[in-house]
């Protein structure tokens, strides 16, 4: 569950990485008739997308109802949910949580794309949540603070067997390894220029 939209590039770049889909597809982005816009939209011609995000706050709710249907038919089945941290503004995004809680739906990990920055400034200046992981735990959670950036750190704790829901904070620097615009607001609206992709890779 892609909860997170607006960063539908990274999304399809995955898809892109795995052969799902193949370059030339994937340089229809943004262009006219494209399967690929700039949030992820639903479309019966793409198998790949079952939920249409972009206004945020839906994933752990959709998150919740399918853990519970599969648990209702009992079958077996992780489900992963992405959000960010300016997501978490979202009400919907807490109603969620305590129903995860309550019914202790513990085939669910949520990751917390921590980035500290949102589309009008720093995450805390808008609205502070600190300390996320209190809160979470407060809520029933098992918690796991990481560094964003580390996949095999991230890989190894969603492994771990656990009887309570998981959420993972993953601490990540907005823009990371382009220079110009990381850890920048303008990180969340400028594309990287030609020039700043050499050194990124």
């Given amino acids: 569950m892609f909860s997170k939209g607006h960063a539908a590039i990274a999304y399809y770049s995955i898809l ?6 193949n370059k030339i597809t994937l340089k229809s982005f943004l262009k006219d ?8 939209t639903r479309n ?24 519970l249907a599969f648990n209702n038919i009992n079958k077996k089945h992780r489900i992963y949910c992405i959000i960010s941290d300016g997501e978490l503004n979202e009400g919907s995004i807490w109603e969620s949580l305590m129903f995860i809680s309550h019914h202790n739906l513990k085939n ?3 990751l917390i794309d921590n980035n500290k920055w949102q ?4 995450s805390e200046k808008v609205l502070n949540l600190k300390p996320l992981d209190k809160k979470f735990k407060a809520f ?9 950036h580390d996949i095999k750190k991230i890989q190894s704790i ?19 390894g382009l220079q110009r615009i990381q850890n920048t607001l ?16």
Avoid at 53 to 65: D, E, R, T
Avoid at 140 to 148: A, C, H, K, T
Avoid at 191 to 198: E, F, S
């Fill in 16 to 21: 892109e990485h795995f052969n799902f889909v």
């Fill in 33 to 40: 008739k494209t399967k690929f816009w700039s949030h992820l």
């Fill in 44 to 67: 019966v011609k793409n198998k790949f997308l079952k939920f249409s995000f972009g206004s945020l706050g839906y994933g752990p709710g959709i998150s919740a109802g399918l853990s």
């Fill in 108 to 110: 669910i990990v949520i």
């Fill in 119 to 122: 589309s009008f400034g720093k």
């Fill in 140 to 148: 029933g959670f098992y918690v796991r603070s990481v560094n964003g």
């Fill in 158 to 176: 969603i492994n771990l067997n656990n009887s309570k829901p998981m959420i993972i904070i993953c601490n990540t620097v907005k823009g990371k």
């Fill in 186 to 201: 303008e990180s969340h609206y400028y594309p990287p220029k030609q020039k700043d992709l050499g050194k990124a890779i």
